[in-house]
C-alpha cells in the first residue's frame, strides 16, 4: 500500500468518526425516513467496498504520476474540510440526508453563504479527490454518491421552501445548490 493510500483511509476514518459522533449533538428527527438511516449508512458503506474491491469494474489502475496524486490529495483535503466546516455551522440542525428536525432552523452563515449543500459538495469533492490520487475505481463511488446527494438536495429544498416560505426563496435565488457561481 503506497503512503497516498495510508493517508487517505485514514482521513475518511477519522473523518467518519467524527460526523457518527457529532451525530449524537444534533437535535431529535421528526420523520420515518430517519428510522431507516443505519439501513441507508450501511448500504452506503457495501457499496465503497464493493468499489474497493472492483465489484463493479475491471482492475484500475492507481494513479501514480505525482501531480495527479498532489491534485487528489489536495481536492481530499479541501472536501473534508469544507464538510466538517459546513457541519460546525450547522451545530444540532444536523442530520441525515432528507430528515426533518425539531425546531429547524434556516442557516445561511459560513460555507452556507454561498452553497446551500456545502456538505454534499465537501463529500462529492472528497470523493472526486480519493479517485484522483488513489484509483479511478472510486469515480463510481462519486456517481452513486453525487446522484444521491442531488436527490437529497431537491427533496430538502422542497422541505425548507415549505418550512422557511419568506427566508428560503430570497435565500436560494442568491445561492448556488453546490458549486460556487455555477450549480
Request: hydrophobic residues 55%; positive net charge; proline residues 6%.
Amino acid at each position: 500500500m503506497r503512503a497516498i493510500d495510508t493517508i487517505i483511509a485514514a482521513g475518511w476514518l477519522v473523518f467518519w468518526a467524527y460526523w457518527l459522533a457529532m451525530a449524537f449533538t444534533a437535535k431529535a428527527e421528526q420523520s420515518r425516513w430517519t428510522r431507516l438511516a443505519a439501513v441507508r449508512v450501511g448500504l452506503i458503506l457495501a457499496v465503497l467496498l464493493m468499489i474497493r474491491f472492483r465489484v463493479f469494474s475491471g482492475p484500475a489502475a492507481a494513479t501514480g504520476h505525482p501531480w495527479l496524486l498532489g491534485i487528489g490529495l489536495a481536492l481530499f483535503v479541501l472536501g473534508l474540510a469544507l464538510a466538517v466546516w459546513a457541519r460546525v455551522y450547522l451545530g444540532r440542525n444536523w442530520g441525515m440526508p432528507m430528515s426533518r428536525k425539531a425546531e429547524p432552523e434556516l442557516v445561511t452563515t459560513g460555507p452556507y453563504r454561498m452553497i446551500r449543500h456545502p456538505i454534499y459538495t465537501g463529500i462529492i469533492l472528497g470523493l472526486a479527490g480519493t479517485a484522483i490520487a488513489v484509483s479511478p475505481s472510486w469515480l463510481n463511488a462519486v456517481a452513486v454518491l453525487g446522484a444521491y446527494f442531488l436527490l437529497s438536495a431537491v427533496i430538502e429544498e422542497r422541505t425548507m421552501a415549505r418550512l422557511f416560505p419568506a427566508a428560503y426563496p430570497p435565500y436560494k435565488r442568491a445561492t448556488k445548490m453546490l458549486i460556487p457561481y455555477v450549480l
